[in-house]
């Protein structure tokens, strides 16, 4: 099984700055690198699959990058509506979900 | 535009089995290329993928959960549903159904989600 690890577990951000999250996987999982927003209360949202290709309607400000074990994710300048949970999860061998990162206000 | 609903009880007893049905709209279930699954989210925790099924039958399960794990097709009602045997407090989350392609298992239509919780 694939684990999925990522950091920081908390990141306090001001609103306008770059956000960078940190996502490892076990073993490489290629590009086959996926990323979701979730809000509180809400349904996770699709924002980045492959690594690196933004899922339909996401917003320029989020962009991935990575290969094999190593991934990011960064979000160029924090709106409000940015401030959320977010996760990778590794789409090479099944699915398996990162234990998230909580983007909160600094 | 494709949407996936969640339906079962909400509160299921220790011991038993727990059963949900995903109902697909806007969409067929047997549309070529697409696996529909369950993820679920313990209260305040991450996602946990459970299983996934083809409309043909093919299945993959998370071993974690593989043992008592059922998981069927329904093409002739668009639905496709989950069953989760001898559950304890442990299983207690927000089970959501989901779609992802079957050459790339990322997900990009979920279901609303449905709180399951296990009490007696």
């Known amino acids: 099984e694939i684990v999925m690890t990522q950091s920081p577990a908390t990141l306090s951000v001001s609103p306008g700055e770059r956000a960078t999250l940190s996502c490892r996987a076990s073993q490489s999982v290629s590009s086959n690198l996926a990323w979701y927003q979730q809000k509180p209360g809400q349904t996770p949202r699709l924002l980045i699959y492959g690594a690196s290709t933004r899922a339909t309607g996401i917003p320029a400000r989020f962009s991935g990058s990575g290969s094999g074990t190593e991934f990011t994710l960064t979000i160029s300048s924090l709106q409000s509506e940015d401030f959320a949970v977010y996760y990778c999860?590794?789409?090479?061998?099944?699915?398996?979900f990162g234990p998230g990162t909580k983007v909160e206000i600094k | 535009q494709l949407q996936l609903r969640e339906s079962g009880p909400g509160l299921v007893k220790p011991s038993e089995t727990l059963s949900l049905t995903c109902t697909v709209s806007g969409g067929s279930i047997t549309s070529s290329g697409y696996y529909w699954g369950w993820i679920r989210q313990p209260p305040g925790k991450g996602l946990e993928w459970i299983g996934s099924?083809?409309?043909?039958?093919?299945?993959y399960y998370n071993p974690s959960l593989k043992s008592r794990v059922t998981r069927f097709v329904d093409t002739s009602n668009n639905q496709f549903s989950l069953r989760l045997s001898s559950v304890t407090a442990a299983d207690t989350a927000v089970y959501y159904c989901?779609?992802?392609?079957?050459?790339?298992?990322?997900?990009?239509?979920w279901g609303q989600g449905t709180t399951v919780t296990v009490s007696s």
């Open positions: 999860q590794q789409h090479n061998n099944a699915l398996t």
């Open positions: 989901a779609r992802h392609a079957s050459g790339s298992w990322f997900v990009d239509v």
């Open positions: 099924i083809y409309y043909s039958g093919s299945t």
